[in-house]
């Protein structure tokens, strides 16, 4: 099993936010989607733009570079010009605090 890292209280991402953070070398783009969190590589599989920047629209991101949009949730990419999904990583909650997994 992956070791988890302390990345965010739970209360700095609030419903529909998001925060960029990096674990272990990985940026990664955490997201709270009507009080659930998810946590995806921070690098769009069209041409590496910063996906945390982007607007999030229920649990859909949208890339500030070309506009191509992923399901935060299981890492989808949903339009042009992305093909690929990007890498979604496990999330836990232990006393408030968010710990995510890129392994
Ligand atoms: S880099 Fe994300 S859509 Fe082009």
Redesign the pocket.
Known sequence: MGEFFKVAKTSEIPQGEKKLVEVDFVPVAIFNVSGEYYAIEDV?T????PLAEGKLEGEEIM?P????RFNVKTGQALCM??FESVECYEVKIENDELYVCVD
Do not use: E, I, K, S
């Open positions: 769009c069209h041409d590496g733009g890339c570079r070309h506009g191509a010009p992305a």
